[in-house]
């Protein structure tokens, strides 16, 4: 019935929209904008580090779930606007704050993991759709306001308690996901001046507007703290002012009227279109979460009322549009061509020379910086005459990827890349590199809180008198010096001698040999080359059975960076759990350090808070790289009952 009804509905329109005329004037367009403020499940509020479960897999790539409903053609295609369009969605992808302390390892940044998930499982679908893709920020703070002791992932009590770390995501977001927002909504409606005055600067639309509500939070972990009980009612975008966000004033940039799906009534979708058929052009943005079981029946209830109100209408025009469209029709603009950009070098390389053919809407343009640390930073820039800008001098020595953002003053987007590395090289089990080249191999695809990269791995049952062998070809392009990294999955009763090895121009290059399981759903460094395209280089992954018959081999991915340090202290552990002790004997443990660097790293210092574990090896421990060392400690305590404790390792890691 539901699809008849609206089917038909979209027929009648096309008709009614010659026939009809306004009994008085020419009626408004209400232009709605329906999204999500997307991000995964598996939050642990009080672990300053958490797994996510599966990445976002099941969310965004099961066959059943809603990312793959929302995204089906004809769910599309059976909701269409006034002028016969199909619906498009707006994804404001979350990132940053307690994501940053991901320890995801089957996802290349755990900061931007919800984006990732997102793009690699639907991004072709939302492009086929002409869905936006872009970015929705909570303020997350790891913090104990109450001073109890127990410390959470809390809503921040100001913007810039975040700033930093909003300002680092939003150069991952460019740099990763090819992401620069036009269109924002911030995290819980929060909201400050301080917030507002950074947004101002950077992102012409917002849809965040809450009026009127209000709520407030003062137990931890606090969350939904938010106040628009002055803003505007009408869903006519409005200038926050510069001194108080809510009301309306001499900002650049636009806010717009929200509602959830739940509050999307009957009452308030007719009272929309009673304003437009007064002349009244609106912006709605009606939005939900991906991840709430009822998103797409919640979804389709409103899209049903919106058919159904807009049958007395037949003269109101609507518009299913995504949130730049949406915002650029409202202005009236027949603008849609991007600013020219021209990036170049100065400084002997050291300062990029920006160039515009038009005024821009930031003070200056967006430009973030990846180095070989994986570090990121968004570098200053400063005028240089009209429409010219130069950056703050960066070190190109270390520098890996710049990636340069602007919009013109309606929101035309321009990027450009200066990429002084290559990016890194992920091969998978699944991608047609990988060759099972001995041993009984079989596909396996975990479920549950299972962490892979891409969505199964590859495993390989030992057994006496045959190896088990897997290849990863690397389809390497630029001539330069790689780190090589394999990741190897979770499984049970996993081999405990594995050795994974680099070959490249026909011959052996480099290897690592593992005597114990190497952990599981973690990377590990199998050694530095150079490497080009015409040397053809793959890793080997390798167990015998003689001696572990009935274990298994397990096989995920590779990875090829060229982000070499020259050094780099590499723990290979969280946490370290030590056996029981006699209380008032002293044991000698060993702690593993490695450097995965180049050049030679220098450990000064171990040492704990609590004194209960020292140092008994001989220091400055000088590691050429790359290369380990299983440092000796004297763990000694009097007390009886558990130990807890943080070691703090001083080097010269930049």
Request: hydrophobic fraction near 40%.
């Amino acid at each position: 019935m539901r699809q008849t009804l609206v089917r038909s509905f979209g027929a009648a329109l096309l008709a009614l929209a010659v026939l009809s005329t306004p009994a008085q004037g020419q009626a408004g367009e209400i232009l709605f904008v329906f999204g999500s403020d997307t991000s995964t499940s598996g939050f642990d509020l009080s672990h300053p580090t958490t797994m996510y479960n599966a990445g976002g897999n099941d969310l965004y790539a099961s066959p059943t779930g809603n990312g793959a409903r929302v995204m089906a053609d004809a769910f599309r295609e059976q909701n269409r606007d006034y002028y016969g369009t199909p619906l498009r969605l707006t994804w404001w992808m979350q990132a940053g704050s307690l994501y940053g302390n991901a320890e995801n390892t089957n996802v290349p940044l755990g900061s931007t993991l919800s984006p990732y998930r997102m793009r690699t499982t639907r991004g072709d679908a939302m492009a086929r759709h002409g869905d936006e893709f872009t970015f929705h920020y909570h303020t997350w703070v790891w913090s104990d306001y109450d001073g109890d002791g127990q410390w959470w992932w809390n809503q921040a009590l100001s913007f810039d308690e975040s700033r930093e770390d909003f300002d680092r995501t939003m150069a991952q977001m460019l740099i990763e996901e090819d992401v620069f927002p036009v269109s924002f909504r911030s995290g819980w409606h929060f909201m400050d001046d301080a917030w507002q005055a950074h947004i101002d600067r950077l992102i012409p639309f917002s849809l965040h507007n809450d009026w009127p509500h209000v709520h407030d939070d003062t137990e931890e972990p606090t969350d939904n703290i938010y106040d628009w009980s002055r803003s505007p009612s009408e869903f006519v975008p409005f200038h926050p002012s510069t001194d108080d966000y809510q009301v309306p004033g001499d900002g650049r940039s636009w806010n717009v009227r929200s509602i959830h799906f739940g509050r999307a009534t009957d009452a308030l979708i007719r009272d929309m279109f009673e304003t437009a058929r007064a002349g009244g052009d609106q912006v709605a943005c009606v939005w939900s979460h991906l991840a709430e079981d009822s998103f797409v029946d919640d979804l389709q209830v409103v899209l049903d009322r919106i058919a159904l109100v807009a049958l007395d209408y037949p003269d109101v025009p609507f518009r299913y549009a995504t949130a730049v469209e949406a915002m650029q029709r409202w202005l009236t603009t027949t603008d849609q061509t991007p600013p020219t950009l021209t990036v170049e070098m100065v400084s002997g390389g050291a300062a990029l020379r920006i160039v515009t053919d038009e005024p821009i809407f930031q003070d200056g343009p967006f430009v973030a910086l990846k180095d070989r640390y994986e570090r990121y930073v968004v570098l200053p820039v400063h005028a240089a005459g009209p429409l010219a800008w130069v950056t703050d001098p960066f070190d190109p020595g270390i520098a890996a990827t710049i990636r340069v953002a602007v919009t013109d003053t309606v929101g035309n987007l321009s990027k450009e890349t200066v990429r002084l590395l290559p990016d890194d090289l992920y091969v998978d089990n699944a991608d047609g590199g990988f060759v099972p080249v001995s041993g009984d191999w079989t596909t396996v695809t975990p479920t549950g809180f299972a962490h892979v990269w891409g969505t199964d791995i590859r495993t390989a049952a030992l057994s006496g008198g045959s190896d088990a062998v897997a290849r990863w070809h690397l389809p390497i392009v630029d001539q330069g010096r790689y780190n090589i990294f394999v990741r190897m999955p979770e499984v049970d009763h996993p081999a405990a001698r594995v050795g994974a090895e680099l070959w490249a121009g026909g011959g052996f290059v480099v290897s690592r040999y593992f005597a114990e399981p190497p952990a599981g759903d973690a990377w590990h460094f199998v050694g530095t080359a150079t490497l080009g395209p015409a040397d053809a280089p793959y890793v080997e992954l390798r167990a015998s059975g003689d001696g572990q018959e009935g274990t298994l081999l397990g096989a995920d991915a590779v990875r090829a960076t060229a982000l070499v340090r020259e050094r780099q202290l590499d723990l290979p552990f969280h946490e370290i759990e030590f056996a029981d002790m006699m209380a008032g004997e002293a044991t000698t443990v060993r702690v593993d350090v490695r450097n995965l660097g180049v050049g030679t790293l220098t450990i000064s210092d171990l040492t704990t808070g609590s004194g209960v574990l020292v140092s008994e090896g001989t220091l400055p421990l000088a590691l050429e790289g790359p290369s380990g060392f299983s440092f000796p400690m004297r763990l000694y305590s009097d007390g009886i009952g558990t130990v807890r404790d943080t070691l703090i390792i001083h080097s010269d890691d930049p």
